[in-house]
């Protein structure tokens, strides 16, 4: 077992945390600094694989990125960006690569991109992208798994998104913003980090606006410029946290967490006895759980509904409840994979198509685990914190991908856990 996180059985976390820069906020961020031609700074950037991913990416292009980690901040310069050919190897590695497509095509009328790879979460497939930008007049060729898209000019139009997808929404945006004329996104996803890209769009001198109940509207323009951003803190590593709290009984603050954008995760917790109180202007979060913990069932949505992202490390928290959760995944057709090693360490749980059934036990074993995605991970974590005897948790690189040190944050709660492998 080469690399591997061991957990034990840990005593109630206490303490206060800061939050890391959010994981799906930076990666479009960098992606639409393609937009521009200057020297962007970005700051709060988060420490991960995926974000290395995207130095490297950009750097394939020709940018220009220094990245200092003590001080959390990336300089990117894209004056010197000349190719628009991102090879498999940078591709398949990191699935918000597609998000170079839009930027590739507005800035430079074409783009030659491997197709990313899928994950266990499904196929993970990329048609409303290609939709989107085709109805803008893109064509495509495809040769191996080498996608060429080519626009000399990309149409203004209206976008009706059958699904609200977060990557699309995104990538129709970066594509429309230097598109002459007004393009709506109707049925838009609306995120938290899509907003953060918004913020950031603006910032370059793009024009859009927001209409109830989730339409965005851009007035292309005719050039960007570079900017400076503090990235927005990650609410998913905030749920994170809290539910380590919550199922080892502990009580923690965390003052940078977006609360204003958990509500409907939060109030379940409150659901389920927990204490949670809010710091001012809907910023900081202070949670102490309840000894008692009562089963809760939610469905995952689009936001502002249940966030996908947290339905496993919930569902970790929920195997120590008592009485009987309902949780239904709405958003990707494969993302219960973390089902069998939850069963591993004891848990009952029974899944009938995209539905699990919890019924919570008192005690959960330690056992040897796989982490299947990043949250799926992050969900072995948590329950291995409160089971009995030792966890080790395989499949680490899920974790480097898209945490920036929860490893060192849990111990520093008085997690009993350890990494056995370089961090990234
Ligand atoms: C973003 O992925 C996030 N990733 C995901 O976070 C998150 O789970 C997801 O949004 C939903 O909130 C980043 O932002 C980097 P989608 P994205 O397009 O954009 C289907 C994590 O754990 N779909 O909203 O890829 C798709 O298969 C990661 O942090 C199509 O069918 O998500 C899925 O079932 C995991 N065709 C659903 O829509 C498409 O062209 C939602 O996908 C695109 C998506």
Redesign the pocket.
């Given at each position: 077992m080469n690399e591997y996180i061991a957990i034990e059985t840990s005593p109630s976390l206490q303490g206060t945390v800061d939050l890391a820069g959010a994981?799906?906020a930076i990666?479009?961020i960098m992606a639409s600094l393609i937009l521009t031609r200057g020297k962007s700074t970005l700051s709060n950037v988060p420490y991960s694989e995926d974000v290395l991913h995207m130095i490297r990416l950009l750097e394939s292009l020709g940018a220009q990125v220094v990245h200092d980690e003590e001080t959390k901040t990336l300089t990117v310069d894209t004056s010197s960006i000349s190719s628009v050919h991102i090879g498999p190897d940078i591709m398949k590695k990191m699935?918000?690569s597609i998000l170079v497509l839009g930027p590739l095509l507005a800035r430079f009328g074409k783009a030659d991109v491997a197709l990313p790879g899928g994950c266990v979460?499904?196929?993970?497939?990329?048609?409303?992208?290609i939709k989107s930008f085709a109805k803008m007049g893109a064509t495509f060729t495809q040769s191996n798994d080498l996608l060429h898209a080519q626009a000399n000019s990309l149409k203004a139009i209206d976008h009706i998104l059958a699904?609200p997808?977060?990557?699309?929404t995104e990538n129709i945006m970066m594509a429309a913003v230097l598109a002459k004329g007004s393009t709506r996104i109707i049925n838009a996803?609306i995120?938290p980090?899509v907003l953060d890209l918004v913020e950031v769009l603006r910032k370059m001198g793009a024009r859009i606006e927001l209409e109830a109940p989730a339409t965005i509207i851009i007035e292309g323009v005719s050039s960007l410029e570079s900017i400076n951003h503090h990235v927005m803190y990650d609410r998913?590593e905030a749920g994170t946290l809290i539910l380590a709290a919550a199922i080892t009984g502990g009580g923690i603050a965390l003052p940078t967490a977006p609360a204003a954008s958990m509500t409907v995760f939060l109030s379940l917790l409150e659901e389920m006895g927990h204490e949670v109180t809010f710091g001012l202007q809907g910023q900081g979060i202070f949670f102490k759980a309840t000894s008692h913990p009562r089963a809760v069932s939610f469905k995952t949505m689009?936001y502002p509904g249940f966030?996908?992202?947290l339905q496993a490390p919930m569902m970790a928290a929920l195997c120590l409840a008592s009485g009987t959760s309902v949780i239904h995944e709405t958003?990707?057709?494969n993302r219960l994979v973390h089902v069998r090693e939850l069963q591993k360490m004891g848990a009952q749980i029974v899944i009938d198509g995209q539905t699990a059934t919890v019924v919570g036990v008192d005690e959960l074993y330690g056992a040897a685990v796989i982490a299947s995605?990043?949250?799926a991970g992050a969900a072995l974590l948590i329950a291995g914190l409160a089971a009995h005897g030792q966890t080790t948790m395989t499949g680490v690189h899920h974790i480097k991908r898209?945490y920036d040190g929860i490893v060192p944050k849990l111990a520093a709660l008085r997690g009993r856990i350890s990494a056995h492998y370089d961090e990234c």
């Open positions: 994981k799906n990666l479009v699935r918000a979460l499904g196929m993970r497939p990329i048609d409303y992208h699904y997808s977060v990557g699309a996803a995120e980090e998913l689009p966030p996908t992202d958003v990707y057709e995605d990043i949250r898209g």
